[in-house]
Every structure is written in structure tokens, then in C-alpha cells.
């Protein structure tokens, strides 16, 4: 059986972007007979907002998006990630990183612009580690893959190569947070038995590290399904800095969802080219 799975950060509204995913996911879990899956990744306790995750559910139901199950929130998964960053440790594959985000900014001038800094390995080899000062655990990447050996994945029916080693030293706990994103999504989507993840391309990078997590931990690896992004009629992505509409905002003004919804399916709204 298929099962897909919807899965937002309440640190925001919803935006156009998102509504073309979920529906994306949620159609293809339905034409399949399958069960389609909402998650609230909430592990990110500075920015994530009850009022939010209400919104989220009514700007899904406005759309017409129904779930199977109750509604995981990650924060009521708090002992999962650490059992895992506990046999992450074991391995040896984890070490402390004391570094700021100036420091590694600073030490990673060459990273292109706009692009996230890898790290350069500063506290990879110290020899003193010291748990009383704020650090995040970051994943040992020429470890990991050393250990894990070559890795694939499936996108849209095609061989990727993983190629982790690209994403330098990750970070799989932080400062602030139990739980990386990379961590935590890997863990629920394996517990939750998803078996295509429905995504936008942007996130396409990110499943280099998922495929190498997937390996270490001993789960099993989903059929992915990378989508185009949505964008506008200048061909910039719709995102909520680009100044994007939040559904709850058309909802308010009293937008028909099921049309808009409608107009997704159908590629009326500008986007990309791609197999959703």
C-alpha cells in the first residue's frame, strides 16, 4: 500500500507552494488506494506556534485534503531521535561542534553566494570535548560513508547515486533543538511507514543525507518524488519572502478552495516543468 505523507513546520502560514505539494501527495496516495499522512514537524520550539499547526489543518480541509490518522507532531517524538543519536554515537560517528554561525560562515569564504556554508571541520578532530559548553552533534560524513558504503535512491522511477559527502559534516542535533530536520524526518518517515515522499525540488539535495541516515539507522528507503516549484509569471519560485499569498489570507477573503485546489491539478497556476 502506499502511503504519502504531508509534512510543515508551524513557523508560518501556508503559501501557494505548499498547497501544490500536499495536494501532490495527497493525490497520489488516493489514486493509489493508499493512506495519505499529516505530520507537524514542531521540534523547532523558538519558532514553531500552536496557532499555526490550527491553521495548517484548516487551510488543508478548506482545500479539500483529508489524512488518514491522527495528526503526528514531532515534539511527542522526542525519544525516537535520541535513541538514534545514541546509536549514532556508539558508531562513532558523531562529535561535538562548539562553532557559531559567524565562525563557519567566516571559515567557509569560498562557499558560493547564497549558499550554505559546509562546515570546515573545525572541532571534527579536538581533543577535548566539553559537554558542559553549548554545542551541536554533527555527523563525521567521510565516516558515515565509509561505513555505509555506495548508496541509491529512486526519484521518479530513476537510479540517483547518493552523494552525501557533498553536504559536508551535517548537524543531526543543534543547539536549540533535539533534532536536526535531517534526522527527524528520516526517522518518522521510516516509523510511519511512508513509502514515497512527495517533495519540492528544493529539497532534493537533502535526500543525499537521508539515503546515508537511512543505511546507518537500518530503515527502509522510500520511492521519492521530487517535484517542480511552484512559481509565478516572472518565474520566481512562490515562497512567503517572495511574497507569496498565505491560504489562511485567501481563506479569509473568501477564495474557493476546492477551485483553487482544481486549478493546482490542473497547471493553471504558473509552475514548473517535471513528473509530480
Known amino acids: 500500500m502506499i502511503v504519502t505523507r504531508f509534512a510543515p513546520s508551524p513557523t508560518g502560514r501556508l ?3 505548499h498547497a501544490y505539494s500536499a495536494i501532490l501527495a495527497h493525490d497520489r496516495a488516493r489514486a ?15 519558532r514553531s506556534r500552536p496557532e499555526h499547526v490550527e491553521t495548517i489543518i484548516a487551510d488543508l480541509a478548506w482545500l479539500g ?3 488518514d490518522g491522527e495528526v503526528v507532531h514531532q515534539s511527542s517524538r522526542l525519544p525516537a531521535y535520541a535513541a538514534a543519536l545514541d546509536r549514532l554515537r556508539d558508531m562513532g560517528l558523531l562529535y561535538r561542534c562548539y562553532c557559531t554561525r559567524a565562525e563557519i560562515a567566516a571559515a567557509s569564504l569560498s562557499a558560493p553566494h547564497g549558499a550554505e556554508p559546509l562546515y570546515p571541520g573545525t572541532c571534527r578532530s579536538l581533543a577535548e570535548q566539553h559537554s558542559d559548553r553549548p554545542h551541536c552533534w554533527r555527523l ?13 535512491w529512486r526519484d521518479h522511477g530513476q537510479t540517483i ?9 551535517v548537524v ?23 513509502t514515497d515522499v512527495v517533495r519540492g525540488q528544493d529539497l532534493f539535495a537533502a535526500t543525499h543525507v537521508h539515503r546515508l541516515l537511512q543505511a546507518l539507522l537500518g530503515l527502509p528507503t522510500p520511492a521519492y518524488h521530487h517535484h517542480a516549484l511552484l ?9 512567503k519572502r517572495h511574497g507569496a499569498p ?23 497556476v504558473p509552475i514548473g516543468t517535471g513528473d509530480p
Open 246 to 268: 498565505a491560504l489562511a489570507d485567501l481563506r479569509e477573503r473568501g477564495a474557493d478552495g476546492l477551485a483553487l485546489a482544481a486549478q493546482l491539478r490542473a497547471g493553471r
Open 172 to 194: 543531526l542535533a543543534r543547539k536549540d533543538a533535539p533534532a536536526s530536520y535531517h534526522l527527524a524526518v528520516t526517522i518518522d518517515d521510516a516509523w510511519q511507514g511512508v
Open 161 to 169: 547515486a547518493a552523494d552525501p559527502l557533498s553536504a559536508g559534516d
Open 15 to 17: 503559501h501557494l507552494g
Open 140 to 152: 563525521d560524513m567521510v565516516r558515515a560513508v565509509q561505513a555505509a558504503g555506495p548508496l541509491h
Open 231 to 239: 512559481t509565478g509569471p516572472d518565474g520566481v519560485r512562490l515562497a
Open 32 to 46: 493509489a488506494g493508499g493512506r495519505f499522512l499529516l505530520r507537524i514537524e514542531d521540534i523547532d520550539g523558538t
Open 65 to 67: 485534503l483529508s489524512w
